[in-house]
């Protein structure tokens, strides 16, 4: 019995974390290249879930057309924010970029509160297949748990293609490496900027149909906390690595969802914060990160 | 040289005078009972933010480290300040004396608290440090919703989680600290204020501000010339931590019950916000931003759906009209305009008059 909960309990960890994986990549891509804490991405992914929610709930279409709803949103929204609220600040001192981000992942929390309301929506999940039971029952895999860890996968099979393969994905890398290199060589930084919160925000919208269809109360605060986790996870993994998010992810939904169950539900949130501290001290530049010399 | 020591003296003369004239008049008219019930219920919380937006600004303004977990040492401080009173209520009948002694307690545990949070994150630069000390606010805020304390007679029960402790529960878990006896007192504030500017305005200007300073505009060459950048910052980080402790437990003793659902993010952004507002690194100008943004709200009730939704609005608006380039330029422009047409008005005014 208890190897059965362990492994329910890793399997769960293991679809938390691919979650937060999915959102880390959002941030560990624009940290890459604009070099700046994306705060509003947490909430990005709660506005996903609503576009999907009122699409099934109020518009009655399927849920695939939910998903690419809000995927379009969503993309539409992190180019705006983007545009607006980043970009005349590039040359701008980190301090007032991350603050601008704050303000920004407080803007859109309330917008959404005035819109859709501070009580929690039911989400209804948006996949519906049979939950797979093995062991005579006992272990009981939820269909949401597969499609998450899968879509996790071809998420992170496709960007890597991407941004190894094409051109867009090598200006990316360009880009992210020397800013003033790039321009030089005829790469468009703005247009590079741009099509990577873009790609970031996409990512959001999945990841929050994926993650309220696991744990389906929606609010407009819905995105915060695994916003915040999953820059953890971004972290974990070394920021600016694409592999780096995929571990870094799923290792913190692991420790998460082990923490909860084994030591205390209340401190939770707290583990997976304190490794968060030891790490950044121990190793500032994650488990794949690279190691960057300020030069004076 | 000094002449620029007496702008120094002046400007922080003017700061002194500014809240010492405000003090005089609200308390004055307080006595008098020329006040409403609104305004008098947000005497003690506007000294209350003062003191936190003022010592966030040592951090973030002065030092030029942006922390998000400054409502974590508030917390501290209220549970620490709160608890210390109730378990002397019955050996210290003297109420001022026991607010003074349970802030400074407060006060302490806060700043004990800040350097055990400040010595590793300080390592830390940038987003990181942000990152950070948003976790530490999360963490403290979290092991004090699973902290039990009950007293029994003379001996305090510490209980993590739930337990069952003898005696009456001081300090119960998610609920948090009940009981309190509500001993604040708006004097007690103004003199919490004034301790408060003395510390910070006196340390922006000595040999320990200059270093500190020196630090946040250039670490690498100030290091160079033989600043410690550990020990200076850690200063101000702890100091801020302690101030921020202080106004927690005056802030507790100001309502019956405290919880730590009370110091949550939110909290430390509305700091933030007023730190912002009120110009980063300008002690008066937080004074300001703290005591209008606190009172507004309340005058203001209808509006009360769209006030964090206009403080996220003015976060962004302050930034990028003091950091864009662009911003900058229009705004320039539009001043040309303004001044022109009033340089116009005065020449026609002067051809008029000839």
């Known amino acids: 019995m208890i190897r059965v909960s362990f492994l329910s309990n890793l399997i769960n960890g293991i679809s938390l974390g691919s979650v937060y994986a999915i959102i880390a990549l959002g941030y560990t891509m624009v940290y890459g290249i604009a070099k700046m804490l994306n705060f509003a991405h947490g909430d990005v992914i709660m506005i996903g879930a609503y576009i999907s929610f009122c699409v099934t709930q109020y518009l009655g279409l399927p849920a695939w057309v939910s ?52 009580n929690p929506k039911s989400f209804n999940s948006v996949v519906a297949m049979e939950p797979l039971r093995l062991f005579g029952g006992q272990l009981i895999i939820t269909d949401e748990a597969i499609v998450t860890v899968l879509t996790c996968v071809v998420i992170m099979i496709c960007l890597t293609l991407f941004t190894e393969k094409t051109k867009m994905g090598k200006a990316m890398r360009a880009v992210s490496e020397d800013k003033g290199a790039a321009q030089l060589m005829g790469i468009n930084v703005n247009m590079t900027i741009s099509v990577t919160f873009a790609i970031g925000s996409a990512l959001a919208a999945i990841a929050g149909v994926l993650l309220c269809s696991t744990y389906p109360a929606l609010m407009p605060t819905t995105g915060s906390m695994p916003g915040i986790k999953a820059f953890t996870a971004a972290v974990f993994g070394g920021i600016g690595s694409i ?54 | 040289m000094k002449k620029k020591l007496n702008r120094t003296f002046i400007n922080n003369a003017i700061t002194y005078a500014m809240v010492i004239i405000a003090f005089v008049v609200l308390y004055s008219m307080q006595q008098a009972g020329m006040l409403s019930r609104t305004i008098k219920g947000q005497l003690i919380p506007v000294c209350v933010w003062i003191v936190m937006a003022v010592s966030l600004n040592l951090t973030v303004g002065i030092s030029g480290e942006l922390s998000l977990g400054h409502a974590g040492f508030m917390c501290v401080g209220a549970f620490v300040g709160a608890v210390f009173s109730g378990v002397f209520k019955a050996t210290m009948p003297n109420e001022t004396l026991r607010l003074i002694l349970s802030m400074l307690v407060g006060g302490i545990a806060a700043g004990i608290t800040g350097v055990i949070v400040g ?72 003199a919490l204020i004034i ?4 510390v910070v305005l006196n340390m922006t200007n000595s040999r320990a501000g200059r270093a500190i300073m020196a630090l946040r505009d250039n670490r690498i060459a100030a290091e160079s010339v033989g600043i410690s950048a550990t020990k200076y910052k850690l200063m101000a980080f ?58 507004l709200p309340e005058l203001l009730r209808e509006f009360s759906d769209y006030r964090m939704l206009i403080y996220a609005v003015v976060l962004i608006v302050v930034m990028l009209a003091t950091n864009s380039p662009a911003f900058k330029q229009f705004l320039s422009v539009v001043k040309d305009k303004i001044v022109g047409l009033f340089a116009k008005k005065n020449r026609e005014g002067d051809a008029a008059n000839e």
């Open chain 2, 238 to 295: 702890v100091t801020s931590a302690a101030l921020a402790g202080m106004a927690g437990a005056l802030y507790a003793m100001n309502y019956s019950t405290v919880t730590g659902a009370k110091f949550k993010f939110d909290t430390s952004i509305l700091v933030l916000v007023f730190v912002v507002l009120g110009g980063i690194g300008s002690i008066r100008g937080s004074i300001i931003a703290a005591t209008v943004l606190t009172i």
């Open chain 2, 119 to 190: 010595v590793p994150v300080l390592r830390l630069r940038g987003d990181y440090l942000a990152i950070v000390t948003l976790a530490f606010g999360e963490i403290i805020r979290n092991v004090l919703n699973c902290l039990y304390i009950s007293m029994d007679g003379g001996a305090l029960f510490f209980g993590f989680s739930n337990p069952s402790l003898p005696g009456k529960l001081i300090v119960n878990g998610p609920q948090g600290v009940q009981g309190i006896s509500r001993i604040s007192t708006f004097p007690m504030g103004f």
């Open chain 1, 67 to 118: 998903i690419l709803a809000s995927m379009l949103v969503c993309t539409l929204l992190g180019m705006t924010i983007e545009r607006l609220a980043y970009k005349p600040l590039r040359s701008a001192p980190s301090l007032a970029v991350l603050i601008t981000a704050i303000g920004m992942s407080y803007f859109l929390q309330n917008v959404a509160q005035l819109i859709w309301g501070a």
């Open chain 2, 195 to 198: 301790v408060t500017l003395i």
């Open chain 1, 243 to 296: 592999p780096g998010a995929m571990l870094g992810g799923i290792l913190l939904g692991v420790i998460e969802i082990f923490g909860k169950s084994y030591i205390s539900t209340e401190l939770g949130d707290a583990i997976v914060f304190a490794i968060l501290i030891i790490l950044l001290l121990v190793k500032p530049t994650g488990l794949l990160g690279k190691k960057v010399n300020e030069k004076v």
